[in-house]
């Protein structure tokens, strides 16, 4: 298995999150120039979890927007800024005496080189991650749960 594509697993239980939330290193893929022919070019690079302040100083517009379902990641050094906005951030974590990579974060629109950046942090949101994981595991597709509604004036 390549070290650019590695399974994910996602934290369902909320009793990790104070473990989840001490990881300090952090990892995320990148795009980048291919270093050579085999090199399709997409990366893993390491960045460092920061408290929610540096992002607040460094992202003065996006100071009423960041809560505590967001991580901060980054510094002077980080280059995670080519990162897809969705692209995973994550750390490995040993469950069950086995090392897995677990998605802590999920890139959003303002990534940044050389600067922190927001991440939305995957295990706050993970009530809304069950209950769409559940509805769409019974066999229910997209279009079904964005039905169009009957209007007042359409009587059938």
């Known amino acids: ?5 590695l399974p994910i697993c996602i934290v369902w239980d909320r ?12 990892s995320g893929s990148v795009r ?4 050579n022919e085999n090199d399709g070019g997409n990366r893993i690079l390491d960045i460092r979890r920061q408290p929610p302040e540096w ?11 960041t809560s505590s379902s967001m991580i901060c990641a980054g510094d002077t050094k980080s280059n995670l800024c080519n990162a897809d906005s969705s692209s995973p951030l ?4 040993v469950h069950k005496k086995i090392q897995r990579y677990v998605q802590i974060g999920i890139a959003t629109m303002n990534q940044r080189c ?4 927001i991440y939305t942090d995957v ?4 009530d809304f991650i069950l209950r769409a994981w559940r509805y769409y595991s019974k066999g229910h597709s997209s279009s079904e749960s964005s039905s169009a509604k009957k209007s007042p004036t359409n009587k059938k």
């Open 15 to 26: 009793s990790w999150k104070r473990y989840i939330d001490s990881i300090q290193i952090l």
């Open 90 to 93: 994550g750390a490995m974590v």
């Open 123 to 126: 295990l706050s949101h993970m």
């Open 114 to 117: 050389n600067m922190p950046s």
């Open 1 to 5: 298995m390549s070290n650019s594509k």
């Open 32 to 35: 980048g120039k291919p270093e």
């Open 55 to 65: 992002c607040h100083n460094y992202m003065s517009t996006f100071r009423e927007n």
